[in-house]
């Protein structure tokens, strides 16, 4: 289903609306098992939407990252799927950040915020992500002949990150192509420290003071100490929470945390 120009998911049939905003090269149906959780037997009722982000799944394509414009992008998805009702909106990582300019601009549609292990600040550049670019770019689309073919050529070594990689492949006829939008990223990643998506945009000194939880992996490096303080700054109602065992994938690492957390905010309403 696409609802404002967006490529969704819908869980649940009934109780409050929740989004979901994955992070870079990820799809909305990442955050399925914890969807399912909330909506099925034994969970809180809740109406799930999962988000595929511009440039990335089935959704389209941008011509320049930014921030402001994905926010806008995911509040006309969000308006056109439930006008009128407000969300309990979820983000991680990149769509942390995509959650927190959607809640600054517009504060209307957002009842809660859960934002997981990102934090509003400039991260300097896309290093990290440097070596999964070359990878995804360096696989000869053109030779290939199946999947397990794909599998096999592509050179990453850890298991996890190849699958969460390579979800991205998509076969069409006898042509193979990335969901993601790899010449946008490589772009943003050539910019260095000046990389809008490591980035975070300078939104006039907005805040805003609803209830905000931040979920924290312990084994992670992007949420530190001094990032509570520009946190607060913009939602002083944050709460930070920080997950035992869990790196930056929180929701992989630690899913009954984050089912239970959430399960919670639900039950407190907005605030």
Same mark, same amino acid.
């Given at each position: 289903?696409?609802?404002?120009?967006?490529?969704?998911?819908?869980?649940?049939?009934?109780?409050?609306?929740?989004?979901?905003?994955?992070?870079?090269?990820?799809?909305?149906?990442?955050?399925?098992?914890?969807?399912?959780?909330?909506?099925?037997?034994?969970?809180?009722?809740?109406?799930?939407?999962?988000? =595929?982000?511009?440039?990335?799944?089935?959704?389209?394509?941008?011509?320049?990252?930014? /921030?402001?414009? /994905?926010?806008?992008?995911?509040?006309?998805?969000?308006?056109?799927?439930?006008?009128?009702?407000?969300?309990?909106?979820?983000?991680?990582?990149?769509?942390?950040?995509? !959650?927190?300019?959607?809640?600054?601009?517009?504060?209307?549609?957002?009842?809660? @915020?859960?934002? *997981?292990?990102?934090?509003?600040? =400039? /991260?300097?550049? @896309?290093?990290?992500?440097?070596? /999964?670019? &070359?990878?995804?770019?360096?696989?000869?689309?053109?030779?290939?002949?199946?999947?397990?073919?794909?599998?096999?050529?592509?050179?990453?070594?850890?298991?996890?990150?190849?699958?969460? @990689?390579?979800? $991205?492949?998509?076969?069409?006829? &006898?042509?193979?192509?990335?969901?993601? $939008?790899?010449? @946008?990223?490589?772009?943003?990643?050539?910019?260095?420290?000046?990389?809008?998506?490591?980035?975070?945009?300078?939104?006039?000194?907005? !805040?805003? &003071?609803?209830?905000? *939880?931040?979920?924290?992996?312990?084994?992670?490096?992007? %949420?530190?100490?001094?990032?509570?303080?520009?946190?607060?700054?913009?939602?002083?109602?944050?709460?930070?929470?920080?997950?035992?065992?869990?790196?930056?994938? *929180?929701?992989?690492?630690?899913?009954?945390?984050? %089912?239970?957390?959430?399960?919670? *905010?639900?039950?407190?309403?907005?605030?």
């Amino acid at each position: 289903m696409s609802a404002g120009g967006l490529h969704t998911l819908a869980v649940g049939t009934d109780g409050p609306r929740v989004a979901f905003l994955h992070g870079l090269f990820g799809q909305g149906r990442n955050w399925t098992q914890i969807a399912k959780a909330l909506a099925g037997p034994g969970g809180a009722g809740a109406r799930c939407l999962l988000v =595929d982000l511009p440039d990335h799944g089935r959704s389209p394509w941008s011509e320049e990252f930014s /921030y402001e414009g /994905y926010a806008e992008a995911v509040s006309a998805t969000l308006a056109a799927a439930a006008p009128g009702e407000r969300w309990v909106v979820v983000g991680h990582s990149l769509g942390g950040k995509v !959650s927190m300019v959607l809640t600054l601009t517009h504060p209307e549609l957002v009842g809660s @915020l859960v934002v *997981v292990d990102i934090a509003p600040k =400039d /991260y300097g550049d @896309l290093d990290r992500f440097r070596g /999964y670019i &070359d990878e995804m770019q360096a696989l000869p689309l053109e030779e290939l002949t199946s999947r397990s073919d794909a599998e096999a050529r592509f050179r990453e070594s850890d298991p996890g990150v190849k699958a969460f @990689l390579l979800q $991205n492949l998509r076969r069409h006829g &006898d042509e193979w192509s990335w969901q993601a $939008n790899l010449s @946008l990223v490589h772009r943003d990643a050539e910019r260095g420290r000046e990389s809008r998506i490591a980035g975070f945009p300078a939104l006039g000194g907005r !805040s805003w &003071d609803g209830p905000v *939880v931040w979920l924290a992996g312990a084994e992670s490096e992007y %949420v530190r100490e001094p990032d509570v303080a520009e946190m607060r700054a913009l939602f002083p109602r944050t709460r930070l929470v920080t997950v035992k065992g869990a790196a930056h994938w *929180v929701h992989t690492d630690a899913p009954q945390v984050v %089912v239970e957390t959430l399960r919670r *905010v639900l039950a407190a309403g907005p605030g």
